[in-house]
């Protein structure tokens, strides 16, 4: 059974400073790792795929990564406005999608 | 363009009752899915429905099912409701012209609640 696990499960940031949050995942056949954000009453919202180990994206103050074994989505410089739920999730060979529990994300002016 | 819309926004039901929740994907898409957000959880897959044909099922007992119509909206339908139904019920649309690897487009959701 594929499994994702987010970490930390809340992150609160200064505005301005950096960090990054973790997702582990097992899979069986990665057909794609997802981040999504999700703000308080909507559904989620997509940022990035990642199709295989190596691979980097950015949008704006986000840069996502991908190993064999973990993804990372780093925010540089975040502001106030990046506050959200971060969501994590992989495609397996069964064509199912698994979301993480995500990272509640506070950045305070 | 308009995104994908679901209805109602909210539900109250009791426990028992049936309920049956509608999904209108982006114009275009042909592929739908539903999933069901509990507080503090991510989203869990519940059904995904291209050209009408259930592609995938997830976890989920029989008392939920659904359909998908040839507009390609579609409905979610969950019997004998239980106190444990009460989450975020969210559909997603994607174009579904490949199988599978597609960003999906969510709604804001059905709120429902189980009394």
């Known amino acids: 059974e594929d499994q994702v696990t987010q970490s930390p499960e809340a992150l609160r940031l200064q505005e301005g400073e950096s960090s990054s949050l973790n997702c582990s995942y097992t899979v069986s056949g990665l057909r794609g790792l997802f981040w999504y954000r999700q703000d308080p009453g909507k559904g989620p919202e997509f940022l990035f795929t990642?199709?295989?180990a190596g691979e980097e994206k950015e949008k704006e103050r986000l840069k996502a990564t991908l190993t064999k074994k973990e993804s990372f989505l780093h925010i540089t410089a975040p502001k106030p406005e990046d506050s959200a739920t971060y969501l994590c999730?992989?495609?397996?060979?069964?064509?199912?999608?698994?979301f993480g529990k995500g990272t509640l994300l506070t950045v305070n002016p | 363009d308009a995104g994908v819309t679901q209805s109602p926004t909210h539900l109250i039901k009791t426990r028992g009752q049936q309920v049956t929740l509608r999904c209108s994907p982006i114009s275009g898409h042909k592929s739908v899915s539903w999933y069901q957000q509990v507080l503090g959880q991510g989203p869990q897959f519940i059904f995904q429905?291209?050209?009408?044909?259930?592609?995938g099922r997830g976890n989920f007992p029989d008392r939920f099912s659904a359909r998908q119509f040839p507009n390609y909206s579609s409905e979610l339908n969950v019997n004998a409701l239980l106190l444990g139904d009460s989450a975020l019920y969210l559909c997603?649309?994607?174009?579904?012209?490949?199988?599978?690897?597609?960003?999906?487009?969510f709604g804001s959701g059905t709120q429902l609640s189980v009394l």
């Open positions: 997603a649309s994607s174009p579904g012209t490949v199988l599978g690897d597609e960003k999906l487009f």
């Open positions: 990642l199709y295989s």
């Open positions: 429905y291209y050209e009408k044909e259930e592609r």
């Open positions: 999730a992989v495609e397996g060979s069964n064509y199912k999608l698994t």
